[in-house]
């Protein structure tokens, strides 16, 4: 008797670090709750000066000065204290998330460098001064997720009061701004975008399937509502997002390309968190919105982990079958260039929630689009539907509940004993860099302890959408742009134009626009360009013998008006 103690069935080791993670779990998950209350004016005791409901990034104010409210961290943080509140876990926080509202009715109505309330292009802008004024320095803008972020967190919210008989309140105070937004989505869906991390103008996966998901969310309240004036724009333009969503899985390399421009690698957290966003716990593992547990999102998932193994010296020595520290995406330089702690969490969250679907459907299915995945936890295993009661499906999941508790482990490895969490940790020490308390580090902790304990959002109606044969774009309003520029030319030699947008040939020289020189030395055309959108260009030479003369850098930028048409006068450079 006394040796069996000595002996126990499961490992001591593996005992030891689960006891020590559901431990740090339990201590961690009010210490994050706490932090990110406290970074919420007005009352946040480190958001001094921030106006009730607005969320500020982060209490860091120099290297970096994260003290704003960026509407996509506000919305996502305010989706986790939607869900709390919906899910009666904690009903105390109907004040903040009243704040919220009132907070984002004034946002809406501020003008700002994305453009005018009268416009609805404002909606555009990432970020405020945390008293609910414009930012009016240069940024990466617009970012077009945020609207979408801010109908997930409000129809959220809706679709509880509506079920509480409290219509009243969705229709009168939340429906005015879930509107906007939706409009604002479905006008410029089709339209490039800063992407999650500010960086890079393009196509954003993220972006794409958050707006593919606000649209649902905002169709199925117009209709709960009667308030079904736009559904059938919508519901276009929702189908025609879901098509081109499909367009940035990469067949042949396994992964989901963060995004269209940018000349990276393209694997990146943008991927894993549109996938944890978008989750929907009656859609199983369907594909075609990218679930967790979906066969493209799980390959994607093994694509972006591998990824980080060689560049963080943390990384170093760990088998494939065990997590490793993750950041935003492998070139990364900001900052330091270093792991995440929300992103780390993320993968955590994937899992688990592919995890929680798989028990629900008492089974799980491996495709050769997926087998890299689940080879990872067993080399001989093969494409097939294994059913909970096989031994196959127990081997495989429990592997992958210890490697997606692996990513918790190394968040609780690198928290410091005050429970705090910074925007990074240090990819060779592992010590917090870059802003202290991120507000979203606390809500990704958050909610990936709650996929962990098998706590899901709701569902938002991704079950059974099809794909059409072709994908329909969408220009949304345009405007006209007259580009003149000053240049003395040789005989032969032709001024062309080529800039970010596709209308300006998408930067590709040999199908650059030809300006006119009818009134030489002035060259001059007219071209339509999407309204209230940053677009980068430069004039070209072409000589005679076909080669090119590119201007000198730094590339010329205008931010086109929200309507009417305008006339830039530049000089060749
Ligand atoms: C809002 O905050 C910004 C940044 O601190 C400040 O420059 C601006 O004057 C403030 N505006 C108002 C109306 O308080
Ligand atoms: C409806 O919800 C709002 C916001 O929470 C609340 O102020 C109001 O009292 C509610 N009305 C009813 C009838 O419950
Ligand atoms: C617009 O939609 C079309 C059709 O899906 C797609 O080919 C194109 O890349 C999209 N452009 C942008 C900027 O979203
Ligand atoms: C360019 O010149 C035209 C006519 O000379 C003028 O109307 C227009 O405002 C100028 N554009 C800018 C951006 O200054």
Not at 70 to 96: A, C, P, Q
Not at 195 to 215: K, P
Not at 502 to 521: D, G, K, R, T
Request: glycine letters at 6%; one cysteine or more.
């Amino acid at each position: 008797m006394r040796l069996s103690l000595l002996f126990p069935v499961l490992s001591p080791s593996l005992l030891v670090l689960s006891q020590t993670l559901s431990s740090y779990i339990s201590t961690e998950q009010p210490i994050a709750k706490t932090n990110l209350l406290a970074n919420i004016g007005a009352a946040g005791v480190k958001a001094p000066g921030a106006k009730p409901g607005i969320v500020v990034a982060s209490p860091s104010t120099v290297n970096p000065n994260y003290y704003y409210f960026w509407l996509r961290d506000g919305s996502l943080v305010f989706k986790y204290i939607v869900d709390e509140y919906v899910s009666g876990r904690d009903t105390s926080l109907l004040s903040h998330i009243n704040d919220f509202v009132a907070a984002q009715t004034i946002l809406q109505g501020v003008d700002n460098p994305s453009g005018t309330a009268a416009a609805g292009t404002n909606l555009g802008e990432p970020k405020y001064y945390v008293n609910e004024t414009a930012f009016l320095d240069s940024w990466g803008r617009p970012q077009r997720d945020g609207p979408a972020l801010r109908i997930t967190a409000l129809t959220t919210y809706a679709n509880s009061l509506l079920a509480a008989n409290n219509k009243t309140f969705v229709t009168n105070s939340l429906w005015p701004i879930i509107l906007k937004d939706a409009n604002y989505v479905s006008s410029f869906w089709n339209q490039s975008t800063f992407d999650l991390w500010e960086e890079i103008q393009s196509s954003s996966f993220f972006t794409t399937a958050v707006q593919h998901r606000s649209l649902r969310e905002a169709i199925t309240l117009a209709n709960a509502i009667g308030q079904t004036s736009q559904v059938s724009a919508w519901t276009t333009q929702a189908n025609n997002i879901l098509c081109f969503l499909q367009s940035y899985w990469n067949p042949s390399a396994g992964y989901i390309t963060a995004n269209t421009g940018g000349g990276r690698s393209g694997i990146d957290a943008n991927t894993v968190l549109a996938s944890i966003h978008t989750f929907d716990p009656n859609a199983g593992c369907d594909a075609t919105t990218f679930q967790p547990c979906s066969d493209k999102a799980l390959s994607n998932l093994k694509v972006y982990v591998d990824s980080f193994r060689s560049v963080y010296s943390l990384n170093s020595g760990v088998a494939e079958s065990s997590a490793v520290s993750t950041g935003r995406y492998k070139e990364d330089v900001y900052q330091g260039g270093n792991p995440w702690y929300l992103t780390t969490l993320a993968v955590s969250e994937q899992l688990h929630l592919a995890l929680k679907t798989w028990s629900t459907a008492g089974s799980l299915t491996i495709t050769s689009t997926s087998l890299p995945f689940f080879q990872i936890f067993s080399s001989s295993v093969t494409a097939g539907t294994y059913s909970s009661t096989s031994s196959t499906y127990t081997t495989l999941t429990s592997a992958i509940s210890t490697y997606a508790d692996g990513f918790i482990s190394i968040v609780q490895k690198y928290t410091p004993s005050n429970g705090g969490l910074a925007e990074q940790f240090d990819k060779s020490s592992g010590v917090p860099v870059s802003a202290v308390d991120l507000t979203w580090s606390y809500a990704s902790a958050l909610t990936a302890f709650n996929a962990r304990a098998g706590l899901l959002s709701n569902s938002w109606g991704a079950k059974g959408l099809s794909v059409s044969g072709t994908c329909q774009s969408n220009a949304g309003p345009t405007v006209s742009v007259t580009f003149n520029v000053q240049a003395t030319t040789s005989f032969g030699e032709n001024i062309f134009i080529t800039g970010s947008d596709p209308a300006l040939s998408s930067w590709n020289p040999s199908s650059a626009i030809a300006l006119s020189a009818a009134n030489y030395p002035t060259w001059s055309v007219t071209v339509k360009l999407p309204a209230s959108a940053g677009i980068q260009y430069k004039y070209i030479r072409k000589e005679t013998d076909g080669s090119i003369v590119w201007e000198s850098d730094p590339n010329m930028q205008i931010t086109t008006p929200a309507s009417g048409s305008v006339t830039e006068n530049d000089t060749w450079r």
